[in-house]
């Protein structure tokens, strides 16, 4: 019969080691040749602040999720994100890597991972560690991604700091939409959303993106349309120009939002 127990891994001055119960300290004895066994990896969530807790089969997920991307090196952090924690229609998972540069491949090989792990559809993101600290600050995109999410370790958001440098670049895409002719209706809902976002920093709210997408139906006040572009159906010239116009109007309002900033 082999002689087992079950124990967790405790932190040494030198070494992290693992105790042997005094019950049976006569069974295990010193010079004693033993093999440890892996049985679980620690898991420990560290959710957002506007984010309390997660239902069992979300939260075993998470868990799985983090446990299926604890060998690849690289990452440094993981973050689950977007309309799988509180929705309970959600076509995929979002994930955030937050990594070093030197696995061009890395969102190929983690998507590989999780896809066959799970045989759900997932949407992976890598920022390099380099560029992320910085891009909590100023970026209105990444601060909304984050607004609810759980990672597997401890974080919290900076404040806030304007940088119209970034804001400018985020501005160069729905700015390029005004002028181009393009076959993707998807591209005017995601143009809107970031337009949104980005008032909202301006203006120093919440960048909670459950608001975001009531201030989408708001605005566009047209299910039809709404469904549309978000599914990236057909729209005609019509609603084109509507939504152009509707995109123009909110550039112009973060032009007057830039220029306060300045005063």
Sequence with gaps: MTEEFTHKI????RYNQVYIPQSM????????????????????LF???NLNSLNKFKKDAVIRIFSSLSNIKEI?????????????????????????NQNKNLEEKAYSLLSEAFGLNFHIIFIPEKNFKELLKFCPLTR?????????????LPKQEYNPEHINF????????????ISSSRAFYDNIRRLLAIICFLEYKE?????????????????????QIKNNLPIDKSQ????????????NKIGKLKNEQKS
């Excluded at 084109?240 to 550039?251: A, E, G, P, Y």
């Design 207 to 227: 960048l909670n993106p459950i608001n975001i997408e009531k201030n989408l139906s708001k605005l566009l006040d047209n299910n039809i349309i709404i469904y």
């Design 240 to 251: 084109v120009r509507k939504l152009k116009d509707i995109i123009r109007k909110m550039l």
């Design 144 to 156: 909304s991604m984050l607004y609810y999410s759980v990672s597997n370790k401890e974080f919290s």
């Design 47 to 49: 959710y957002s602040k």
């Design 76 to 100: 440094k952090q993981i973050f689950v994100f977007g309309s799988f924690l509180f929705k309970s229609d959600f076509k995929d998972i979002d994930v955030l890597l937050i990594a070093n």
């Design 170 to 181: 985020l501005l160069m895409m729905p700015q390029d939409l005004l002028k181009l002719n």
């Design 10 to 13: 405790s932190k040494g001055s």
């Design 25 to 44: 300290k006569s069974i295990f004895e010193v010079g004693d040749l033993v093999k440890i066994t892996l049985l679980r990896k620690k898991s420990e």
